[in-house]
C-alpha cells in the first residue's frame, strides 16, 4: 500500500458527461501529479500541484482541469468526455518537488 | 526539456536468465533524479529506486542492481537470476531537481516477460 489513496477505483460513463476523480496524498506529501495511462500506452504527465498551486502542466487538454485543496487532496474534472479519454488515470504523490513519487492504484475510466 | 528514451519496448527471457533494461535520458539540468518503477499485471505502479545525479555509485538491492553512467547518460536496471514474478513492465523516470517545475517523466516502459 502506498499509502495514496483514489477514488473511484473504476468509472464508466457516457460520452459528453462529465467526471471528477478524486486523490488523497500520503500523509505529509505536499506535492501531487496526475497521469494518464492509454491502454498500453506510457504515463502521460498531465499537471502537478504543490502545496495547493499549480507547479507544472503536460499535455493536458483544455476539457481537463485539476486542483488541490487546503488538505492537500486533489481532484482532476475531466468534461465533455470522449471515447478516447478511456484510460487510467494516476495520481502520485512525494514529498518534495521532483523526489519519488508514490502512486495510488487509479482509476479506470471507461467512456461509452 | 528533459526526455527519457527506453528503446526496448519487450524483452522476454527464460526464469533464471539475468536480463538488462536500458534506460537513456537527455536533460539540461545538472542536478536531476533518476528512477525506476515497476508496474506489474495487477496495475499498480511501484517504486524502486532513486538515483541523485551527484551520487554514481551503482546500487544492489537483491536480485536487482542500477548502473547510473552520466557519461553516456544512461540508468540501466539489470535483474540477476529472474523470476516469472518479474514479469511487468518496468519505466524509468527523470525528474529535474532545480527546475521550477519538477515535473517527472517517464520513458515508454519495457515490457519484462519471464517465461518459466
Known amino acids: 500500500d502506498s499509502g495514496v489513496t483514489q477514488t473511484p477505483k473504476h468509472l464508466i460513463t457516457a460520452t459528453g458527461q462529465r467526471v471528477t476523480l478524486r486523490c488523497s496524498p500520503r500523509s505529509g506529501d505536499l506535492s501531487v501529479y496526475w497521469y494518464q495511462q492509454s491502454l498500453d500506452q506510457g504515463l502521460q504527465f498531465l499537471i502537478q500541484y504543490y502545496n495547493g498551486e499549480e507547479r507544472a502542466k503536460g499535455n493536458i487538454l483544455e476539457r481537463f482541469s485539476a486542483q488541490q485543496f487546503p488538505d492537500l487532496h486533489s481532484e482532476l474534472n475531466l468534461s465533455s468526455l470522449e471515447l478516447g479519454d478511456s484510460a487510467l488515470y494516476f495520481c502520485?504523490?512525494?514529498?518534495?518537488?521532483?523526489?519519488?513519487?508514490?502512486f495510488g492504484q487509479g482509476t479506470r475510466l471507461t467512456v461509452v | 526539456a528533459q526526455k527519457v528514451t527506453q528503446a526496448q519496448t519487450e524483452i522476454s527471457v527464460v526464469e533464471k536468465e539475468d536480463v538488462t533494461l536500458d534506460c537513456v535520458y537527455e536533460?539540461?539540468?545538472?542536478?536531476?533524479?533518476l528512477f525506476w518503477y515497476k508496474q506489474p499485471p495487477s496495475g499498480e505502479l511501484v517504486f524502486l529506486i532513486r538515483?541523485?545525479?551527484?551520487?554514481?555509485q551503482n546500487e544492489i538491492s537483491g536480485r536487482y542492481s542500477w548502473n547510473f553512467q552520466k557519461s553516456t547518460s544512461s540508468f540501466n536496471f539489470t535483474i540477476t537470476a529472474s523470476q516469472v514474478v518479474d514479469s511487468a513492465v518496468y519505466f524509468c523516470?527523470?525528474?529535474?531537481?532545480?527546475?521550477?517545475?519538477?515535473?517527472?517523466?517517464f520513458g515508454s516502459g519495457t515490457r519484462l516477460s519471464i517465461r518459466p
Open positions: 536533460t539540461r539540468d545538472t542536478t536531476y533524479y
Open positions: 538515483r541523485n545525479s551527484f551520487d554514481e
Open positions: 502520485a504523490s512525494s514529498v518534495e518537488d521532483g523526489t519519488e513519487a508514490f
Open positions: 523516470a527523470l525528474s529535474e531537481a532545480r527546475s521550477s517545475a519538477s515535473k517527472i517523466i
